[in-house]
Each structure stands twice: as C-alpha cells, then as structure tokens.
C-alpha cells in the first residue's frame, strides 16, 4: 500500500526556534510537495521538488526552506518559527511520468503544528 | 480570482438525499480534474478523478464542462458515512502542481 509518513502528528515550538518537519514516501515518487491547511484559506503550497537535491518555491515560501538530500524524503523547515506559521501541514508525493493526471498526490497524515 | 471556487456550504441533508457539490476553476489550460474527500482533522484522500466524458462510482458521479470551466460532483443516497469536505482539484498549467479548492462541507443527518 502506497505511503506517506510524517513523523510527527502533533508538535508544540515556542517563537524563534528552528522547526524540522519530515515527510518520507515509499513510491519511488520523483515529485514531493509540502502544503499548509488553513480554515478558509484551504491548501497552499509552500514549496515542492521534482528530484533529488531539486527544490522550488511554491506559493507561499517565506519563513521556510527545504531539503531533499534522498529521494524518499523531503524536509520542511521553520528557520525561526512565529505564530503565524501555527498551522496544518501536509505532505504530498505524485510520480513524474504521468500518473499523477490520474491519481493526483498521495498526502501524509499531517502535522498539526502549533507555535507559541 | 481564486484559481478554484467551492461553495463552502455546510450542506446538511437528510440520509439518503441526493447532493450535488460545484466548482469552477479559472485557468482554461487545466487538464487533471479531481474530487478529493477529507474528513475532519484528517489529510485528504483521493475520492475520483473527473474525466471529460464524465465518471461513475458507485453513488459518486463527477462531471466536467470545459466550456464552462467547473467539474460537479453528485452523491446519491447520501450515507451518514459520506459526511466530510470535498475538496475541488485542477492541476497547474505545468508540471504536476495542482490547485485545491477550500472545500465543501457535507453532514448526512439521520
């Protein structure tokens, strides 16, 4: 069965600390995303990559970076965390060659992060 | 404008109701279309793609009018377990980027 994990459910981060957040895929995707879920704002995207060490601003990047040093995981990360980063986040992965117009993404379980 | 639009609802209909759910979408170059459920405090999953001549699932038919530009969604006889937000998905002009809809919410009351 097709996976994406992230590794944590629920987090708590006091202001200005660095925030790591870390998704894994077991598809082989070529594509990985990470989005954050807000009520009446829906998804949007913060940044995605399309291979490994390859990485792209989405929609919305300020206050975050990426990395993607394997295949299999993409890193999300809150250099200096505010309280307006407290939010949903979800990762997502697709495949490059084509299925994703069929199956669109494969989303992780989220994390819930809260900043105070 | 929004790249996609939902009528956010809530929609609270009876079990065993016929609902349906639209969305209009402005980027006329959009190829993928997808209806996604999410339920609550959960990550959205993929409940069928939209194709141009139209799809079945069981009770679930989605609908797609590119001259129009919006996708639909209709349930028939409504279960208490269809309850939930559907999310509209139509992908980015390039690459395999998609654009999500806020979403509509449905309860199924007994």
């Known amino acids: 069965d097709v996976k994406v994990t992230q590794s944590s459910r629920y987090l708590v981060k006091r202001t200005g600390e660095k925030v790591f957040l870390e998704c894994v895929q077991d598809?082989?995707?070529?594509?990985m995303f990470w989005y954050r879920q807000d009520p009446g704002l829906g998804l949007r995207l913060i940044y995605f990559?399309?291979?490994?060490?390859?990485?792209e601003k989405g929609d919305i990047p300020e206050g975050y970076s990426v990395s993607r040093e394997k295949k299999e995981r993409f890193s999300l990360i809150l250099e200096s965390a505010s309280t307006n980063q407290t939010s949903m986040y979800l990762c997502?992965?697709?495949?490059?060659?084509?299925?994703?117009?069929?199956?669109?993404?494969?989303f992780g379980s989220g994390t819930r992060l809260t900043v105070v | 404008r929004k790249e996609v639009e939902q009528d956010p609802g809530p929609f609270n209909v009876p079990e065993g109701a016929t609902v349906a759910f639209n969305c209009t979408y402005s980027?006329?170059?959009?190829?993928?279309f997808f209806w996604y459920r999410q339920d609550c405090r959960k990550e959205p999953k993929l409940l069928m793609s939209?194709?141009?001549s139209g799809n079945e699932d069981g009770r679930f038919t989605a609908q797609l009018n590119r001259a129009s530009q919006y996708i639909s969604l209709l349930i028939r006889d409504s279960k208490l377990s269809d309850s939930a937000t559907y999310l509209c998905?139509?992908?980015?002009?390039?690459?395999?980027?998609?654009?999500f809809g806020t979403g509509t919410s449905l309860t199924v009351i007994p």
């Open positions: 990559s399309y291979d490994v060490k390859m990485k």
């Open positions: 997502a992965s697709s495949s490059a060659w084509g299925t994703a117009s069929n199956y669109g993404y494969t």
């Open positions: 939209v194709y141009s």
């Open positions: 998905v139509v992908n980015k002009r390039t690459g395999n980027q998609f654009y």
């Open positions: 598809m082989d995707h070529e594509n």
């Open positions: 980027n006329s170059a959009s190829q993928s």
